[in-house]
């Protein structure tokens, strides 16, 4: 992990604002839905990008019934409803 050179304070509702320059580069839009993750004492940011629910594969992954399914999952159900 990088540092950014970046200090921000949070606020009274707890947010905290990323420079355009770090939105620019990630390419993070107003709206991006963002996830957040917890190592340690470390608070890590990522743009949220869909995971299969049974396999964890962010590969072909489209949703099905409100949940992440790739595509090789719902190959193989499929076959199981043979």
Known sequence: MK???VVRKVDQLGRIVLPKSL???YLMNEGDPVEIFVQG???ILERYRPKCVFCGSMNEVQE???R???S???S???FLKR
């Open 64 to 66: 099905f019934k409100e």
């Open 76 to 78: 193989e159900m499929g």
């Open 23 to 25: 939105r620019k580069r």
């Open 3 to 5: 540092p950014a050179g």
């Open 41 to 43: 004492d470390h608070i």
């Open 68 to 70: 992440s399914i790739c």
């Open 72 to 74: 090789e999952c719902m």
